[in-house]
């Protein structure tokens, strides 16, 4: 037997997918200043690649998923502070090569999606309860 709801899975898979996006880049924004030693890998950036999910029957259209995770530069950027704790003997301490600003309008587009999602599931239940209130 089949999904006898597929508007609420579909919308329930974006939000899904989009969750996991803002989860991401929420954990990006708050590492932006993490600094670590030259001889340690820089806070790694999170990114969510999504993808089309296929129903059990192989057709494509059943809902959104996640992918992958990409993560970023180990490298980071080498920054002179030589008065930080962490500093190498050239002053260096190391940051994740994180920009603040493309962050910020990453998360505003992750929650616009969530909650378009959101909204989807909320008018797609509301059509069954209305369906089944019919059939009484």
């Known amino acids: ?6 508007a609420i899975t579909t919308a329930q898979s974006g939000m899904g997918l989009y969750k996991a996006w803002i989860d991401a880049t929420s954990d990006n924004v708050a590492n932006v200043n993490t600094v670590r030693r030259t001889d340690q890998p820089a806070y790694q ?3 969510i690649v999504g993808q089309t999910a296929n129903a059990p029957d192989g057709v494509t259209g059943a809902g959104a998923r996640v992918a992958a995770v990409v993560f970023g ?3 980071g950027r080498n920054v002179y502070e030589p008065d930080n ?7 260096l301490v190391r940051y994740p ?4 600003s493309d962050e910020m309008t990453s998360l505003i587009i992750a929650q616009r999606a969530y909650q378009a999602n959101v909204t989807a599931f909320e008018r797609a239940r509301d059509g069954y309860l209305r369906e089944l209130e019919i059939g009484k």
Not at 97 to 100: E, H, K, P, S, V
């Open 1 to 6: 037997m089949g999904n006898m709801f597929p």
């Open 45 to 47: 950036a999170r990114r």
């Open 73 to 75: 530069d180990p490298d």
């Open 85 to 91: 704790p962490l500093a190498d003997d050239q002053g």
């Open 97 to 100: 090569d994180i920009n603040l």
